[in-house]
């Protein structure tokens, strides 16, 4: 069955879970001393087995008014995951508490049971009680679990818990006082271990409840739910763990997902997003933290995992990369560029370690050609030259000889300090395929390096020609 953890809280989750755990110290202490004062007077066993119980309760509702105000502290450098767990702490000692206390009872019961050494007294003073506590423990078990539910307290939960077990067991009290004052008056020490045992049973629960928190045991099925979440989200290849954590009101959610290797970074980032937001859209207000790692996939091309290599010994990605097949034996080539001012002996270098791994990884290559080039950071500076200038002139006069280019526009001779760069548009025949426009383009930019020796860079727009 689906787990819905909603964790989402509306107004001040401090003040409410104050209140209601104050309320319940003061409820716990007003019950006790009534209980305590006609069970002494009466000599009921069950009815000072209940003051003992709401006594317990009383201690109860104070640990649980600490454990509040210190679970909802925000996390620091020593409690980097919230201070939730002092809730877990808090019922456990609870149940505890209750154990050593239902011991006594049975004990105290099974001795006047033995010894026959029971002395009963059921006024209308102790039904008074017994109904006081009823209509008490009713109203604080609700409110109790009412806040409980809605900001995930297991302090206040095993609070409600304890004041629901009060009306069970004061019913079973008052049960055994309607047999005492019709001269049954054994009876009330089996009422007593009936409390006792129901008790131990409520204690059961809550100590088991109690460990599974404090051991973060995930709830069944929960495990399973978030991994079917993880994968169905679009560019999650694969997903290597999911780690969950339970404190207190809070659900700490690691996982870590394989994103194929060839992803941009911005786009990754973007995935891992939606692997959050798919987490939260089904378990709402979780704390979740996604880790990615590189996935190499089995359709990766030859040029996808040269770029991988390349990237991987901390260069930059490669570019005008070409991949020709000669009767299955592959040649590479591409350029590299490297950081400013690093020598042509150390780039050489660099360039056969780039060639090593590629032929190591990829046996099918049989020849690697690297262009070496400097990578200089930063914008580089640039001045367009005037119109009148003698080389925007013969450029414009050399496209027009051109017969692959059928018109041109938008020439452009821009000079830095040591380079001079060509920007052009070009039209070109609509029935041309991307290929062949690729073809004819860089045919057309190396007659114009040839032609112009000081050209460094050629960028040419291609344009489908007008009707």
Request: glycine share 6%; charged share 25%; net charge negative.
């Amino acid at each position: 069955m689906p787990h819905h953890l909603n964790f989402s809280t509306a107004g001040e989750p401090s003040g409410e879970k104050r209140r209601i755990a104050l309320t319940s110290v003061v409820a716990a202490v007003f019950i006790t001393g009534l209980k305590l004062v006609v069970g002494l007077q009466t000599n009921s066993l069950g009815l000072l087995s209940e003051a003992a119980h709401s006594g317990l309760d009383f201690l109860a509702a104070l640990l649980t008014f600490v454990a509040v105000r210190v679970s909802d502290r925000p996390p620091d450098k020593e409690h980097m995951y919230g201070h939730g767990k002092i809730e877990n702490l808090s019922a456990f000692i609870e149940t505890l508490l209750l154990i050593v206390t239902c011991s006594w009872i049975i004990w105290e019961a099974v001795h006047r049971l033995v010894s026959g050494e029971t002395h009963v007294s059921a006024s209308v003073w102790s039904f008074v009680v017994i109904g006081v506590a009823i209509i008490i423990d009713i109203s604080r078990s609700r409110a109790l679990k009412r806040v409980a539910i809605k900001y995930k307290s297991q302090a206040l939960e095993a609070d409600a818990l304890h004041f629901a077990s009060d009306v069970w067991s004061s019913l079973v009290v008052l049960a055994g006082l309607v047999f005492v004052s019709l001269g049954y008056v054994w009876l009330d020490a089996i009422a007593a271990i009936v409390v006792a045992i129901l008790v131990l049973f409520v204690s059961y629960r809550l100590g088991r409840r109690t460990i599974d928190a404090l051991m973060d045991r995930v709830p069944e099925g929960l495990y399973e739910e978030i991994l079917g979440v993880v994968r169905q989200v679009e560019g999650v290849e694969d997903v290597r763990s999911i780690r969950i954590r339970p404190s207190g009101a809070e659900v700490f959610i690691d996982t870590t997902v394989a994103i194929r290797r060839t992803t941009p970074f911005q786009q990754a980032h973007v995935i891992m997003d939606n692997v959050e937001q798919a987490i939260r859209d089904r378990h709402h207000g979780v704390d979740v933290v996604v880790h990615a790692e590189p996935f190499e996939s089995s359709d990766e091309t030859i040029g996808d995992k040269i770029r991988m290599i390349v990237v991987g010994r901390g260069l930059r990605p490669p570019h005008n990369l070409e991949v020709h097949d000669e009767h299955g034996a592959l040649h590479v080539e591409f350029d590299i560029e490297y950081a400013a001012g690093l020598s042509f002996v150390d780039a050489h270098t660099i360039a056969d370690e780039v060639e090593a791994e590629i032929q190591r990884e990829l046996p099918a290559v049989k020849h690697v050609t690297v262009h070496l080039e400097e990578y200089v950071p930063g914008k580089k500076e640039v001045a367009p030259r005037a119109e009148s200038d003698s080389l925007l002139q013969e450029i414009r006069a050399f496209l027009a000889t051109q017969p692959d280019v059928l018109s041109f526009s938008d020439v452009r001779v821009m000079r830095g300090e040591d380079f001079c760069t060509v920007a052009l548009s070009c039209a070109f025949r609509r029935s041309l395929t991307l290929a062949e426009v690729h073809r004819q383009v860089s045919q057309l930019e190396t007659r114009m390096y040839e032609q112009f020796p000081e050209v460094r860079k050629v960028a040419v727009h291609a344009e489908p020609a007008p009707d």
